[in-house]
C-alpha cells in the first residue's frame, strides 16, 4: 500500500491525505473576510471615484465570494491547475492596463461617468497595489491558502470577464461635453482637477473605440478559461468524494507531501 507522509508529519495512504476537511466555523471566517474586501474596496472605490467602482467591483466580487465558496474554498484547486492560469491572466491583465495607460484609461473613465478618476489614482492601483496582490496571492495558490483562492476567483470574473465593458463604453454618451471630440480639462465638485480627458464617443468621433479596447480579450481569455477548468475540475472532485462530501487529496497534488521511505 503507497504511503507517504505530510511535512507537518500527518499521514497520507494510497496517495490520500487523511486530514479531515476544514471546519465549518473557518470556513465562515473565510466568507466573512471575502465580503469585508469586497466591501471595502468597493467602499473605498466609491469615496475616490464613484458609482462605477461599486457596480464593477461590487457586482464582480459578490459573484467571486458565490463561486469560490462552493468550490475552491470546500475543495482547494491543486497549484498545477490554478497556478499557471492565474499568473497567464495577470500577466495578460499587466498587459491590457498598459494600453489602458497610454491611452489615458481613468481620464477618459471620468469624463464618461463624470467622476474623478485620476492617473494618479489609476498608477497606484493597478501599477503599485495590483502586483503586489497578484504575486502574494499566487504564494496562497501554491500552498492552498482558502482566501487566495477568492482573490483568483475574483481576478477571474472582474477584470477577466469584466473586460467586455469597454466594447459597451464607445457607445455611451459622456457626462462631460460629450460633443467636443478634443481632450478637456475639468473641476470637479470635490475640487479635483483633471486634465486631457479624452472623448471616445463613438456618436462624435465615428470611430469605435475606448481606452483598452485592443488588448481587453487578452486577460478575458485565460480568465474565461480559468472558470471553465476550476469548475470542471470541482465537478470531478465532487463525483469522486461522492455522497460523503469528503474530497480526498492526492499526494502528488500537493507540495506539501514528500514520499515516505518504504522498509526493505
Known sequence: MAAGVMADGSATEMGVDMERDDSSVLR???????????IGTAALGYKAIGIPPVVIVGGSGLAAV????????????APETILPIFLLTVAALEIHMTEEYLTKFGPAMSRLFN???????????FAFIGPA???????????RVRFAGFIAWFIFIGPGVAEFTHFIFPLIRPALNPELPQAISHV????????????YYIGT??????????????PMIPGIYAIYTLLKKDREKRRIAGPTGHI???????????PAKTAC
Do not use: C, H
Open 205 to 218: 468621433t465615428s470611430t469605435y473605440y475606448f481606452a483598452g479596447m485592443y488588448t481587453a480579450m487578452l
Open 66 to 77: 458565490i463561486a469560490w465558496s462552493k468550490t475552491y474554498l470546500k475543495r482547494p484547486a
Open 133 to 143: 496582490l497578484y504575486a502574494l496571492t499566487a504564494i496562497g495558490l501554491f500552498y
Open 188 to 199: 470637479f465638485s470635490n475640487g479635483t482637477v483633471i486634465s486631457g480627458m479624452p472623448n
Open 248 to 258: 480526498a487529496i492526492r499526494s502528488q497534488d500537493d507540495p506539501r507531501v514528500r
Open 115 to 125: 467622476i474623478t478618476w485620476t492617473e494618479r489614482g489609476f498608477l497606484l492601483v
Open 28 to 38: 465562515t471566517a473565510n466568507i466573512a473576510l471575502a465580503l469585508v474586501f469586497v
